[in-house]
């Protein structure tokens, strides 16, 4: 199945902006990342467009280039940061406090980090009970705050001189929130800015101005975003990409490692009861029970949707899964993941897996952020509009047509991320059949 016609993919010429609504820990870690990556005094570990490779036609042929190279994606050189922030600390200063990274490291990057200053934040304490800060947009619609947005786009744009942008939200988890009919249509919507309707959040305000301005979005937190009619329309309208939702980092990742190898192997599941214990800012806001339902929606479905219980009653038809988040302050950014997995085989005969993964929560999505950004960026050079379902690879809760399940399998994620690559180059897309090698 050869693409005849290699997909027309524009040059990743000039700089790329990457606008992120919240300068906390993911932000902090994954920019003072960049820097050190280009002083050389770190490497781009957990970043597939830095260090994966993809296999090109069959396994004889020896042809598996660096993904980088195989696809033109911007470097990292050509990166330019904007951020916005409730709070009016600089880079280096927020890193600092997100305590991440060691000093010594920190101290090296001090004059780059405290050179990035974010502009004042779009904020309602209604979507994030648990933090309040100085450095906010104040006075005016909802719409007023989108424009003053899209102000803040263009000034950065003139300042910085970049060629494309892309956004993509590394803020706090805004309490649960469903789509309602402010959200069913783009004229509902624009509408509902006016009159400022309490159902549209500070992120469908950032997601807005970057749609209008024809820059793609991309959602790293659980909550409603761009998941609904009003804002695909406009992302449709304007030929933009969007993705989300929620970075599939540290627990919910080793739940789609782990349940796929039960399904293969017809294992059945019982029960499985995750906790995470985490004190960073992002533990203190997931404290609070709406934000908290917002992650365990996302966190929650992963295991339904691999393991298809109404596929395989017999082994995953009423499985009990309990899904718990604790803030633990002396923990900080270290974030700890419990899982305990009861498991059954031959004749129903009970067993037992038990995970403890001692994660630092920010080292692993920060090099998500950086494939997504420019996977993103990749995307609307190739000409792709709406959901990127081929990017949920790097999401807990990933966006989907209507009509279809989100597919969480790690492995069918990877292959289908990979196969969309080849596509867009004009290579046979890769089935894994090999029966050819015995012909």
């Keep these: 199945m050869s693409n005849p016609e290699n997909v027309r993919i524009a040059p990743a010429e000039g700089k790329l902006g990457v606008l992120i609504p919240g300068m906390g820990a993911v932000t902090t870690t994954f920019i003072a990342g960049l820097e050190a990556i280009k002083r050389g005094v770190g490497k781009p570990i957990g970043s597939l467009t830095q260090l994966g490779t993809i296999r090109l036609g069959k396994r004889t042929e020896g042809r598996s280039p660096a993904i980088k190279d195989f696809v033109p994606l911007a470097g990292i050189e050509d990166l330019e940061i904007a951020t916005w922030d409730i709070f009016e600390d600089n880079a280096y200063e927020a890193a600092v406090k997100a305590g991440v990274l060691d000093m010594p490291l920190l101290e090296q990057l001090k004059e780059p980090l405290s050179a990035l200053k974010p502009m004042k934040a779009v904020f309602d304490q209604n979507f994030v009970k648990r933090l309040n800060g100085p450095n906010v947009k104040t006075g005016g619609s ?260 209507p009509e279809l399940y989100p597919e969480h399998d790690i492995f069918i994620q990877l292959m289908k991320l990979k196969n969309t690559l080849r596509w867009m180059r004009g290579e046979d897309l890769i089935t894994h059949l090999g029966l050819e090698y015995y012909d």
């Excluded at 309602?180 to 549209?200: R, S, W, Y």
């Excluded at 019982?270 to 992002?282: A, K, M, P, Q, Y």
């Design 142 to 401: 909802k719409m007023d705050y989108a424009e003053a947005v899209m102000d803040d786009i263009r000034q950065f744009r003139q300042t910085s001189g970049v060629s494309r942008m892309v956004m993509i939200w590394c803020g706090s988890t805004e309490v649960y929130h469903e789509a309602q009919p402010v959200h069913a249509t783009l004229k509902d919507f624009e509408c509902g800015m006016k009159h400022n309707d309490p159902e549209i959040s500070p992120s469908q305000i950032y997601a807005y101005a970057a749609l209008k301005l024809g820059i793609p979005y991309a959602n790293g937190a659980p909550h409603l975003t761009t998941d609904m009619p009003a804002l695909l329309e406009l992302a449709r309208a304007n030929n933009v990409p969007v993705c989300g939702k929620d970075y599939k980092s540290g627990q919910t990742f080793m739940k789609t490692l782990i349940a796929p190898g039960l399904k293969s192997r017809l294992l059945g599941l019982s029960g499985w009861f995750s906790t995470n214990i985490l004190g960073n800012r992002d533990g203190e806001v997931l404290d609070e029970p709406g934000s908290f339902r917002s992650k365990e929606v996302s966190k929650s479905s992963a295991l339904e949707y691999i393991l298809q219980g109404d596929l395989y009653p017999d082994l995953y038809k009423d499985f009990y899964h309990k899904v718990r988040i604790e803030y633990y302050p002396p923990r900080g950014d270290a974030k700890e993941g419990w899982d305990n997995i009861d498991i059954f085989g031959w004749l129903g005969y009970p067993m037992q897996i038990k995970i403890n993964f001692l994660c630092r929560d920010s080292i692993l999505a920060a090099p998500l952020v950086l494939d997504i950004v420019l996977l993103m960026d990749l995307a609307q050079r190739a000409g792709m509009r709406g959901i990127q379902e081929w990017l949920s690879f790097y999401f807990k809760a990933p966006m989907h047509a």
